[in-house]
Structure formats: structure tokens, C-alpha cells
Nanobody
């Protein structure tokens, strides 16, 4: 079974930067889309940034210009560089993989990371 392990996050002051990383464990042939989602207390989980296997990036309006997503298709990793952080960015961040295949004949599956807390506060 494919699992994703996240690292990074923590406490940062407004205006600061953090980097999140997510790595897949298990045998993976390909992943169509990798991305980051977040969930703040009392709010629904929302998309932050995604990146296709072909390199197309998509960002939420609220993070456009401040966050950068990058992935390594060979290593099945995805990173999120977060700059100019504000208290509104405080949330639990989850990496997400869509269209995961473990072999040429396997079905597409999806997977989530375990979540990591990002707190922006002075």
C-alpha cells in the first residue's frame, strides 16, 4: 500500500517562510497529480497547490505569488515552499496524490499524507 510521509511545518512569524516536503513510500510506477491541501480549524479542507506529472501547476488565489510547488517524478516527492506567510495560512497541511499506479495494470488510486501543522503567529 502506498503511503506518503510529510516533513516540515511548525511555527513561524508573519512574513516568514516554511518548506513542506512529502515523500512516497512503497512501489510506485507513476502519479498523475501531486498537491497540497490545508484545513484550518472550523473550515473545510481546501486545495492550496497542485502539479501534474507533465509539470502544470495550479494555485489557490490566496497563495498565488507566495507559494511554490515542485515535484520530482522520479523520486515521487512533492515540496511546497511557502513565503510571506500570514496568520490566515495557519492550518494543517496535507499532501495528496491522485492517479497513483503501482504497475502498468493496476487501477488508479489516491493517497493522503498524515498532515502537518503550520502556525503563523507573532
Amino acid at each position: 500500500q502506498v503511503q506518503f510521509v510529510q516533513s516540515g511545518g511548525g511555527l513561524v512569524q508573519p512574513g516568514g517562510s516554511l518548506r513542506l516536503s512529502c515523500a512516497a513510500s512503497g512501489s510506485i510506477l507513476s502519479i498523475q497529480i501531486m498537491g497540497w491541501y490545508r484545513q484550518a480549524p472550523g473550515k473545510q479542507r481546501e486545495m492550496v497547490a497542485t502539479m501534474t506529472i507533465g509539470g502544470t501547476r495550479n494555485y489557490a488565489d490566496s497563495v498565488q505569488g507566495r507559494f511554490t510547488i515542485a515535484r520530482d517524478n522520479a523520486k515521487n516527492t512533492v515540496d511546497l515552499q511557502m513565503n510571506s506567510l500570514t496568520p490566515e495560512d495557519t492550518a494543517v497541511y496535507y499532501c495528496h496524490a491522485i492517479g497513483v499506479r503501482t504497475s502498468p495494470t493496476s487501477k488508479f488510486t489516491s493517497a493522503w499524507g498524515q498532515g502537518t501543522q503550520v502556525t503563523v503567529s507573532s
